[in-house]
């Protein structure tokens, strides 16, 4: 089993930049992908980025050019740059793990608040 915790969330202005952390621990030799995901209250959960294991990132069209995610294999850690926030990248970010048998791990999230 993995163990993820975030770390990073707060409340910025607009234009403003925040930094996320995610460090899993447990069986990590089983991660395949990790990365984030977002929930805004109303809304259905959202990918913002993931990163596989050979370094393949995909990232959420609400994000990319804004957002930036780095992934640490040796210290199982993932990282989100966010730059040029938005209101409307207020929610509940996620950390995501998949392991490589498909079972799907979630931190406890961490929220970020964008004031306009």
Request: hydrophobic fraction near 35%.
């Amino acid at each position: 089993q993995v163990h993820l915790v975030e770390s990073g969330g707060g409340l910025v202005q607009a234009g403003g930049s925040l930094r996320l952390s995610c460090a899993a621990s447990g069986s990590i030799f089983s991660i395949n992908v990790m990365g984030w995901y977002r929930q805004a209250p109303g809304k259905q959960r959202e990918l913002v980025a993931v990163i596989f294991r050979e370094g393949r990132t995909n990232y959420g069209d609400a994000v990319k050019g804004r957002f930036t995610s780095s992934r640490d294999n040796a210290k199982n850690t993932v990282d989100l740059q966010m730059n040029s926030l938005k209101p409307e990248d207020t929610a509940v970010y996620y950390c995501y793990a998949l392991g490589q048998s498909g079972a799907i791990m979630w931190g406890q999230g961490t929220q970020v608040t964008v004031s306009s």
